[in-house]
């Protein structure tokens, strides 16, 4: 049963944009600024190719293109946007911590880790990163590697729900089964969304023996729209 819920379960890819490095004051804030803080995409990109036609080596507009691009997932115009925006500036560290995002999403896991390192070198310390190259290690079926990845971006966001998840994820990865199960529900008390969280906290449950607690997270994850929970739920639990 723990094998057919285990590849039934998604690789968790929860990134979450990677902070603008403009700041300003709510006085100075120009549309484009009002348009990616509120997350309206299109038009950020339709405000972006209006400025952009007037300062086409504009480093910071072709980053910030290339993050609108990046949340409506067209990902090959966001990795063209960061390229020119490193181009033209090799010190842009939120440019490669971005691409970042992009590569790995193109399953370019070797240049994502990269533009990592290049961001690290540049200063860049967005605890977003280590939830990135964590995700690249898990990808790569790195459980340990991605755990300490994982670590160290809940330690410094720790009301983000998807950081328990993912060093829970982590932890199962590893045979931390104990670990996996305190994590994954930090992860539910903080209204992770969907059924992951139940479904793997189902399988630690069944490794450390507690059958009645996997089966109440088998019927959680079941109400969620999990089919294999529900299958499995349906099979084992009375």
Not at 47 to 73: F, I, K, W
Not at 157 to 177: K, T
Request: aromatic residues 6%; hydrophobic residues 45%; glycine residues 8%.
């Amino acid at each position: 049963m723990t094998q057919m819920i285990r590849r039934r379960v998604r690789t968790a890819v929860l990134l979450v944009a990677l902070i603008t490095p403009a700041s300003r004051t709510a006085a100075q804030t120009t549309p484009i600024d009002r348009a990616l803080g509120a997350g309206r995409w299109r038009e950020a990109v339709r405000l972006l190719d209006s400025a952009l036609t007037v300062t086409p080596r504009d480093a910071t507009r072709l980053q910030q293109r290339g993050r609108a691009y990046r949340e409506l997932e067209q990902f090959d115009r966001a990795l063209a946007d960061y390229t020119q925006a490193i181009v033209i500036n090799r010190r842009f560290a939120a440019a490669y911590g971005g691409r970042a995002i992009v590569h790995q999403r193109l399953g370019n896991n070797r240049a994502s880790f990269a533009d990592i390192d290049s961001a690290r070198a540049l200063g860049m310390n967005d605890p977003q990163l280590d939830l990135v190259e964590g995700i690249g290690h898990m990808i790569n079926n790195d459980g340990a590697k991605a755990w300490a990845r994982f670590d160290r971006y809940v330690r410094a966001v720790p009301d983000a729900a998807q950081g328990w998840f993912l060093r829970g994820r982590a932890a199962g990865m590893s045979g931390r089964h104990a670990e996996a199960e305190k994590d994954l529900t930090a992860a539910i008390e903080r209204r992770m969304a969907g059924p992951e969280a139940y479904t793997l906290r189902a399988i630690a449950r069944m490794a450390l023996g507690n059958a009645a607690g996997a089966c109440a997270d088998l019927t959680a994850a079941a109400k969620l729209g999990d089919k294999s929970a529900t299958a499995a739920a349906a099979k084992n639990c009375r």
